[in-house]
């Protein structure tokens, strides 16, 4: 047996990947030039992909990244003047407020203790705030924003932008595209694909802001320029030589997921959670970090362990299963297993019954 990889990212390759790879390699995919027909029309496959998938409206734009971290620089740079306000609820979501800090914007944060989530009385953005930033799934911590929430905000806050961070919770969860204005992820988590390539889906209430900010002076960026990026990707370009395998590789995924059909992917999601929630409750040793069940993440679990979390670790990995440590300050005190569309039913029954086996 291959060794299984349950880590939250990056994690096992979804499972029609090396066959993928194996065809790209044949139909030279990765020599063609990034200006060629061949280029655009896999941009444009990928991208009708995701739209289909996902539904995101047709007015939505599908822009290529290097990775959710770059798009959290480009939303700052384009979307925000001067202020933005961002939910913090642990390693990941905290990141978006310092690039934000680093970028010389007056940000601020609301910030909730680890495992928890911001609930709607709570969040209080100042009128001068330009943007609310909200991460889905907090891959650090397990917890898991409910999806009203972000919509509540919306009725709530109508003229501020709001940019959902989606890596590990996209395409699992479904996202109503019109109650937010950007969303990216980046696809080595619940996508299973190789790292270095990231997604940015934008409305044109984005790209007007921008438009706006370039107007005063401001400086927008300079090889990645939110209005840019949009002027090419109508053409299927980008400015920069992209990771036209991993773009290739997304689509294909994408289709494969369509094809299998996503209620049926969210179904299996809800089956191995499920189990997967089981074994931590009944396990003498583990417990929930994130306690309140209407938060828990259902494609990262995280189990606090009451020995040092690497016994777990290894005795799972002399079997050849993989999970991941826990995050940052929890590394020896947690663990954090991924629940994505690639890991079968079958592999997650193994791993819950081996847990169970588990004496520390
Ligand atoms: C992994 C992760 C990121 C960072 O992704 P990169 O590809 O390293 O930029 C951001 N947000 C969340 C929620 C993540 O899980």
Same mark, same amino acid.
């Given at each position: 047996m291959p060794d299984l990889h349950f880590t939250p990212g990056?994690?096992?390759?979804?499972?029609?990947?090396?066959?993928?790879?194996?065809?790209?390699?044949?139909? &030279?995919?990765t020599s063609t030039s990034h200006r060629g027909q061949v280029f655009k029309d896999i941009y444009k496959e990928c991208a009708n992909n995701l739209k289909l998938l996902m539904e995101i409206p047709d007015d939505y734009h599908v822009l290529i990244t290097s990775s959710a971290n770059e798009a959290w620089e480009r939303i700052i740079l384009n979307?925000?003047?001067?202020?933005?306000?961002?939910?913090?609820?642990?390693?990941?979501?905290?990141?978006?407020? /310092?690039?934000?800090?680093?970028?010389?914007?007056?940000?601020?944060? =609301?910030?909730?203790?680890? #495992?928890?989530?911001?609930?709607?009385?709570?969040?209080?953005?100042?009128?001068?705030?330009? =943007?609310?930033?909200?991460?889905?799934?907090?891959?650090?911590? &397990?917890?898991?924003?409910?999806?009203?929430?972000?919509?509540? =905000?919306?009725?709530?806050?109508?003229? /501020?932008?709001?940019?959902?961070?989606g890596v590990s919770a996209v395409p699992v969860y479904p996202i109503d595209f019109s109650?937010?204005?950007?969303?990216?992820?980046?696809?080595?988590?619940?996508?299973?694909?190789?790292? #270095?390539? #990231?997604?940015?889906?934008?409305?044109?209430?984005?790209?007007?802001?921008?438009?706006?900010?370039?107007? /005063?002076?401001?400086?927008?960026g300079s090889y990645h320029k939110l209005p840019e990026m949009v002027e090419k990707a109508a053409q299927f370009q980008t400015t920069e030589t992209p990771?036209?395998? &991993?773009?290739?590789?997304?689509?294909?995924?994408?289709?494969?997921?369509?094809? /299998? &059909?996503?209620?049926?992917?969210?179904?299996?999601?809800?089956?191995?959670?499920?189990?997967?929630?089981?074994?931590?409750?009944?396990?003498?040793?583990?417990?929930?970090?994130?306690?309140?069940?209407?938060?828990?993440?259902?494609t990262v679990k995280v189990a606090e362990t009451d020995f040092s979390s690497k016994k777990l670790i290894q005795y799972l990995a002399e079997k050849k299963m993989n999970i991941g440590t826990g995050y940052g300050q929890y590394k020896d005190s947690q663990v954090r297993m991924a629940n994505f569309p690639t890991h079968s039913k079958e592999q997650v029954e193994m791993l819950v019954d081996t847990i169970a086996k588990f004496k520390p």
């Amino acid at each position: 047996m291959p060794d299984l990889h349950f880590t939250p990212g990056p994690t096992a390759l979804y499972f029609t990947v090396e066959e993928h790879i194996k065809n790209a390699l044949k139909q &030279g995919i990765t020599s063609t030039s990034h200006r060629g027909q061949v280029f655009k029309d896999i941009y444009k496959e990928c991208a009708n992909n995701l739209k289909l998938l996902m539904e995101i409206p047709d007015d939505y734009h599908v822009l290529i990244t290097s990775s959710a971290n770059e798009a959290w620089e480009r939303i700052i740079l384009n979307c925000v003047e001067h202020d933005s306000y961002h939910l913090s609820m642990g390693a990941f979501s905290s990141r978006f407020f /310092k690039i934000a800090d680093d970028l010389q914007r007056n940000a601020s944060s =609301l910030i909730v203790e680890d #495992g928890t989530v911001p609930e709607l009385g709570q969040i209080k953005p100042s009128t001068s705030d330009e =943007l609310i930033t909200i991460c889905l799934n907090e891959s650090g911590t &397990g917890a898991h924003i409910p999806l009203e929430t972000i919509y509540e =905000l919306r009725e709530k806050f109508p003229d /501020k932008l709001i940019a959902v961070d989606g890596v590990s919770a996209v395409p699992v969860y479904p996202i109503d595209f019109s109650k937010i204005d950007t969303l990216y992820f980046s696809v080595q988590k619940a996508f299973g694909l190789p790292a #270095g390539l #990231g997604i940015w889906i934008v409305n044109n209430r984005c790209v007007e802001k921008a438009e706006q900010l370039a107007a /005063k002076g401001k400086v927008i960026g300079s090889y990645h320029k939110l209005p840019e990026m949009v002027e090419k990707a109508a053409q299927f370009q980008t400015t920069e030589t992209p990771n036209i395998l &991993g773009i290739y590789l997304l689509s294909k995924v994408a289709e494969d997921m369509l094809t /299998k &059909g996503i209620t049926a992917i969210r179904r299996e999601i809800d089956y191995k959670s499920a189990i997967m929630n089981m074994a931590i409750d009944e396990h003498p040793n583990l417990r929930h970090f994130v306690k309140e069940d209407k938060w828990r993440s259902k494609t990262v679990k995280v189990a606090e362990t009451d020995f040092s979390s690497k016994k777990l670790i290894q005795y799972l990995a002399e079997k050849k299963m993989n999970i991941g440590t826990g995050y940052g300050q929890y590394k020896d005190s947690q663990v954090r297993m991924a629940n994505f569309p690639t890991h079968s039913k079958e592999q997650v029954e193994m791993l819950v019954d081996t847990i169970a086996k588990f004496k520390p």
